[in-house]
Antibody, heavy 114, light 113 residues
Framework: QVQLQESGPGLVKPSETLSLTCTVSGGSINSNYWSWIRQPPGKGLEWIGYVYYSGSTNYDPSLKSRVTISIDTSKNQFSLKLTSVTAADTAVYYC????????WGQGTLVTVSS | DIVMTQSPDSLVVSLGERATINCKSSQSVLYSSNSKSYLAWYQQKPGQPPKLLISWASTRESGVPDRFSGSGSGTDFTLTISSLQAEDVAVYSCQQYFSTPYTFGQGTKLEIK
């Protein structure tokens, strides 16, 4: 059974870059779509974007100018970078496999605050 | 973007009774070439990630109890729990994967009466 685990800083200062990594275990990352999804406190789910195993990407247009999702097949990991963060980027960030999202990581809360 | 709108926002149902949640998309998510609606339902319990219950509008995922069913096509969809159990207390969200950006409904909070 494939498992996903997010990792990265839980606190990021405004205007800085949020960086998270999702480690995939129990299976290969060399197939499928791999997404990042976030959920602001008390709110609904927002898809950020995905990376295909080949390296191609697709992002939500509202975040596209600030987002980069990349994949490292040698490490079985994929990553999220979100630049110029503000308080509005405070959320639980999830990584997920496939479309629709068959498997999810447990999520990691990232707070943007000085 | 396709806007997903759920109703109601919250629902209180007695144990053993039927729960019905609706989801409407701002444009059709039915792909004519394969006659499939690109619509999924998720269950999210407090402190947990969402769990995929149903894909293709009506296909239950492996291990999902058969009291959960999905129906609808095009722009109007329904998630039905035929006999509510205590463990079904959660927030339920629909999601379209017909086109990017993939979008979710705002969620429906289901509670026990």
């Amino acid at each position: 059974q494939v498992q996903l685990q997010e990792s990265g800083p839980g606190l990021v200062k405004p205007s800085e870059t949020l960086s998270l990594t999702c480690t995939v275990s129990g299976g290969s990352i060399n197939s499928n779509y791999w997404s990042w999804i976030r959920q602001p406190p008390g709110k609904g789910l927002e898809w950020i974007g995905y990376v295909y195993y080949s390296g191609s990407t697709n992002y939500d247009p509202s975040l596209k100018s600030r987002v980069t999702i990349s994949i490292d097949t040698s490490k079985n990991q994929f990553s999220l970078k979100l630049t110029s963060v503000t308080a509005a980027d405070t959320a639980v960030y999830y990584c997920a496999r496939d479309v629709p999202f068959h498997q999810w990581g447990q999520g990691t809360l990232v707070t943007v605050s000085s | 973007d396709i806007v997903m709108t759920q109703s109601p926002d919250s629902l209180v149902v007695s144990l053993g009774e039927r729960a019905t949640i609706n989801c409407k998309s701002s444009q059709s998510v039915l792909y004519s070439s394969n006659s499939k609606s690109y619509l999924a339902w998720y269950q999210q319990k407090p402190g947990q990630p969402p769990k995929l219950l149903i894909s293709w509008a009506s296909t239950r995922e492996s291990g999902v109890p058969d009291r959960f069913s999905g129906s609808g096509s095009g722009t109007d969809f329904t998630l039905t729990i035929s006999s509510l159990q205590a463990e079904d207390v959660a927030v339920y969200s629909c999601q379209q994967y017909f086109s990017t950006p993939y979008t979710f409904g705002q969620g429906t909070k289901l509670e026990i009466k």
